[in-house]
């Protein structure tokens, strides 16, 4: 897997896409997808890891503010 590739995961995944998506896109199998994500965090459904990511960015944007 390439850096390119590793980014563009990362990027489908925060927009909801799921493991099979993802895969397809990149040009990669689906299991070599979810290892990847599983190994960086990023496992379980699309639409969960997006909306993980986005309550993690505001819980860090609230502790910037306090």
């Given amino acids: 897997m ?6 563009r995961i990362k990027e489908l995944r925060m927009q909801g896409k799921g493991y099979k998506a993802a895969a397809s896109a990149v040009g990669l199998s689906r299991d070599i997808v979810r290892n990847y994500c599983r190994a ?3 496992e ?3 639409e969960a ?3 993980n990511q986005q309550r993690e960015m505001a819980e860090d944007t609230a502790m910037l503010g306090a």
């Fill in 2 to 7: 390439t850096k390119e590739q590793a980014e």
């Fill in 40 to 42: 960086n965090g990023m």
């Fill in 44 to 46: 379980g459904y699309g």
């Fill in 49 to 51: 890891v997006k909306l």
